[in-house]
Structures are given as structure tokens and as C-alpha cells.
């Protein structure tokens, strides 16, 4: 038989759980400095590769729960409720249900993303983290980080990282039951370190990551270089930490990124997030650094930018990119 999601809870979940009354809990954004780009098993959302990320601080999702007493289950997101049948509510209510079991006590679950709705930055990550957390906390699993970052991975595989802090790897694993496809956090720190998130472009991309993970995968040629390539560059960029050497980060992760694209570019139909716009903030990026500026970009499956670099140069980023405000610039520790 197939191993399914509900089929891994109910093996960790044993004891039967308790009925909740409140709960919640915080997960940051994260932004991936060696992408997780394809699936080797769908259901479980098991990476093909390993990747490794920096958590957003104090820029996430917050996700509280709550006992209901209209007798059916409730989602809201950003203080508005949200229709049962609309697709985020099926995927918070389905979630939910892996962990409810026996019990079927209705709820309210209420999700505020409070990352700058500017940046363009997808919520999943920190949503699923945020909400995996809450649940723990809701029914008193009292999982530990490492079990609850494989449960949030069966939401969105990148909501396995949003359950840490700082940076974080997430390896992925062996297990056929993906309980060792799970993040840690990394013991490292950089103070100056900085991203900030550039929007280019606004509408809702048609193709989602999980869709454009599985075109690539199935049909771009180019994708077999991918798993070797993202492989290396993870031990690069964990080194390139670890000397808080910028120029080494950033190359790796902005070629890590690139990569990517190109693996989806290369797919068929292809797949090109990219707006004139994007192509136009790349330029400017790369004339900056002509000047010298040690400043990086990576990109997700989207149109926007993020930019790697450090607080010696924020002026000088901030000077070529007036764009930025003082919400769309990060520092991961404070
Ligand atoms: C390009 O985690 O959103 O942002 O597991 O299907 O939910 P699913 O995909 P998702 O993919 C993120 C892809 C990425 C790279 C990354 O965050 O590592």
C-alpha cells in the first residue's frame, strides 16, 4: 500500500489527541538561497535535492485557533472570512484534518501574513509553518521541531524551513515515510547580513511552484544537471556563511537561482517567470555590481527580486533601488 500523509500522522500520532480551546503560533517567510526545484515523490512533497534558506525574522504568518461555536469550521485570512469552498480554505481545513483524527470539534483558524503585500512574496511557506505549529500547540502534541518541520513539508515542501529561524538546511531525506526530509537550523549567525525584497511586477502568476516543479521534471532536459548542481551549491553557500564571505554567497546563490530558470525555461510548454521588468532589475543589479557593489539577486517562481547583500552597502543598495522602503529591507538578525 501506498504511503499516504494521513498514513505517516497516524504512525508518529499514536496517542489519541486531546479537544483544543486556543492556540497560536508565528512562522517567518523564508527565502531560498539553494532552491528546492522538483519532487521525487508527490504526495509527501519529497525533494529531489537538498536545499538551504533564510528565514524573514519577524516578516510571516501569524495563525491562531480557536474553538467554534457556530458547529462548522471557520477560515479567515487577513481578518476577511473566507468562502469554505474557495482553494485556500480546502487546504487549511484539509490539513487540519490530518491531525484532527477521531475528533471532529469544528474550529476557527484565522491566518494574518503580515509580509509587505509590495514584496510579492508567496505565503505558503510561513502559512503551512505557522500552521502546523498551531496545531501542536492547539491539540498539545508537543512534537519537537524536527517532527513538526516534516509535517509542515507535507503542506509546502519550502514550509518544512518557515519552522526555524536564521538560516536553515533542509536535507532531504531518505525514509520512504519522509520523517527524515525535515530542516534544521543552521549554528551560524551574520549580523550584516541583509535581503531586500524588490517587486516588479503585480497579477498572479498562472503557473504555481508545484505545477512548474512537475512540467520541469517531466519534460526540461536541462533538469539533469540540476540535483548535482543545487547538491554542490548548498555545501558552497554553507561555507560561504560560515566565512560570512558575501561575494561567494552571492555568486552561488544568484547562479543557483539562475539555474533554476533555466531548468524551467528549458521545459515544454516553457515556463518563464520573468516580466520585462524582471530582465530590467537584473541589469540594474549587475551594473551595481560593476561599480563594485558586492550585491546579489535570486529569484523565485515569480516575477520579483531579492537581493543578497550587507548593511556596509545599504546605502549604496538603497541609493539604485529608491524603490525599496524600509519594510522591503530585512535583516534576519535583528
Ligand atoms: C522556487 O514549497 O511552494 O520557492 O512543495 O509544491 O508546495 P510545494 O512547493 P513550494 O516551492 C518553492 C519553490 C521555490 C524554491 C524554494 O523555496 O526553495
Not at 524573514?56 to 504568518?61: I, K, R
Not at 469554505?84 to 490530518?98: E, W, Y
Not at 521534471?217 to 539533469?224: F, G, I, K, M, T
Not at 548548498?234 to 560570512?244: F, G, N, S
Request: charge should be negative.
Amino acid at each position: 500500500m501506498s504511503i499516504t500523509k494521513q498514513s505517516v500522522v497516524n504512525s508518529i500520532l499514536t496517542e489519541s489527541t486531546q479537544l483544543g480551546t486556543a492556540a497560536e503560533a508565528f512562522a517567518p517567510s523564508n527565502i531560498a538561497l539553494c532552491k528546492y526545484w522538483g519532487k521525487r515523490e508527490a504526495e509527501l512533497n519529497l525533494p529531489i535535492n537538498g536545499s538551504l534558506s533564510i528565514s524573514l525574522g519577524e516578516l510571516g504568518s501569524r495563525t491562531s485557533i480557536v474553538e467554534s461555536d457556530s458547529g462548522s469550521d471557520q477560515v479567515y485570512l487577513n481578518d476577511k472570512l473566507i468562502e469554505p469552498t474557495d482553494r485556500f480554505a480546502t487546504k487549511v481545513i484539509s490539513f487540519l484534518n490530518l491531525f484532527r483524527r477521531e475528533l471532529q470539534q469544528p474550529v476557527v483558524i484565522k491566518t494574518v501574513n503580515n509580509i509587505p503585500t509590495a514584496a510579492g512574496l508567496a505565503s505558503s511557506a510561513s502559512g503551512f509553518a505557522a500552521l502546523m505549529l498551531a496545531i501542536n500547540d492547539f491539540y498539545r502534541f508537543g512534537l519537537g521541531n524536527e517532527v513538526l518541520s516534516a509535517f509542515a513539508r507535507m503542506g509546502s515542501g519550502s514550509a518544512s524551513r518557515s519552522v526555524f529561524q536564521g538560516f536553515v538546511e533542509w536535507q532531504k531525506g531518505l525514509r520512504e515515510d519522509g520523517m527524515d526530509s525535515c530542516a534544521q537550523r543552521l549554528d551560524l549567525e551574520w549580523q550584516g547580513f541583509r535581503i531586500g525584497l524588490l517587486k516588479v511586477a503585480t497579477g498572479a502568476k498562472k503557473v504555481d511552484s508545484r505545477a512548474g516543479m512537475q512540467r520541469t521534471v517531466e519534460s526540461a532536459p536541462l533538469y539533469q544537471a540540476w540535483p548535482e548542481q543545487a547538491a554542490k551549491d548548498l555545501q558552497t553557500i554553507k561555507r560561504a556563511i560560515e566565512d560570512k564571505d558575501i561575494e561567494l554567497l552571492g555568486q552561488t546563490a544568484e547562479q543557483n537561482a539562475l539555474s533554476m530558470h533555466a531548468t524551467m525555461i528549458g521545459s515544454w510548454p516553457p515556463l518563464l517567470y520573468w516580466q520585462p521588468e524582471s530582465v530590467a532589475a537584473m541589469h540594474r543589479v549587475w551594473e551595481l555590481r560593476a561599480l563594485g557593489v558586492p550585491v546579489y539577486l535570486t529569484m523565485d517562481a515569480g516575477p520579483n527580486l531579492k537581493l543578497l547583500f550587507t548593511a556596509e552597502y545599504e546605502a549604496q543598495v538603497r541609493d539604485a533601488f529608491p524603490e525599496l522602503t524600509d519594510l522591503d529591507l530585512v535583516a534576519p538578525f535583528g
